[in-house]
């Protein structure tokens, strides 16, 4: 069965949906693929046990987010619409799966390490450079600390360097490296392990563990997006980044 959107694609085998981040070549996320990622999220919700995630194309799992969408006039809309993926997310029974390979850089390695397995090849590259646009990447600000330290997810979120999925796998973010070309394979052996566990247990499992953490992650999700909107987006830099960025040269910044 497969559910064909414009630049999500959706394939549900047995009981796994495999969904397809499909804007290539780098897979970068705009406003309506973001609602097309949540749309398939919501419609495989009551027909799978597990979701695995992937990029289309040689080159990224997914670069990040639509620049062009974070200027002033729609960057509510789109960050309400990517963080509604990360609710969705917190919200399922499925377990989740994110198969890597190539560029996975801010939106689109918040969206990989929200999973509940990351599985990468061993050339794929992990960063948040939203720094380097006079951003900061709300959801990883959430999730880096648990899953690697609070020193270490500084130092991702403050310099926005990219690191090896081998560094990654040392941090805690990457799950399992996979040999180049063999993420197919090992993303299909991780689920045939999964698949001989109780589904009624895995999804209590999951449901139980984000229990935990679920009322957590709403009120910092909802702290997080107040700063972002109400100081953030007031700066002039924030302005600035984007557009140096959009205009191709270097940015100038305010010393205040």
């Known amino acids: 069965m497969a559910n064909d959107n414009r630049t999500v694609q959706t394939r549900i085998a047995g009981r796994t949906a495999w969904i397809m981040l499909d804007r290539p070549p780098l897979n970068i ?3 309506s693929m973001m609602r097309e990622l949540d749309a398939a999220l919501d ?6 046990d597990f979701v695995v995630f992937q990029g289309n194309g040689p080159k990224a799992f997914s670069a990040g987010a639509e620049v062009g969408d974070h200027v002033p006039e729609r960057v509510r809309e789109m960050l309400t619409a990517f963080h509604a993926v990360f609710r969705r997310l917190a919200q399922s029974d499925c377990v989740t799966i994110a198969a890597v390979h190539g560029h996975c850089l801010g939106g689109g390695m918040e969206l990989a390490t929200f999973c509940d397995f990351v599985l990468a090849e061993e050339s794929a590259k992990f960063g948040q450079p939203e720094i380097k646009l006079a951003c900061f990447p709300p959801i990883a600000m959430i999730t880096f600390p648990p899953l690697c330290g609070l020193r270490a997810a500084m130092d991702l979120i403050l310099t926005g360097r990219t690191i090896s999925a081998e560094e990654a796998r ?12 063999e993420l197919q394979q090992g ?3 991780l689920l045939g392990e999964l698949s001989g566990l109780s589904p009624s247990v895995l999804h209590l499992t999951r449901r139980t563990l984000w229990k935990l953490h679920a009322d957590e ?4 999700l909802d702290k997080i997006e107040q700063i972002y909107f109400d100081q953030l987006m007031q700066t002039a830099d924030a302005r600035e980044g984007v557009r140096a960025f959009m205009e191709k040269r270097a940015p100038v910044w305010r010393r205040d």
């Open 29 to 31: 996320l705009d406003i």
């Open 43 to 48: 419609s495989v919700r009551s027909q799978c």
């Open 170 to 181: 040392r941090l805690g973010i990457v799950s399992r490296i996979e040999k180049n070309g």
């Open 187 to 189: 993303t299909e052996k």
């Open 217 to 220: 992650f709403e009120r910092e």
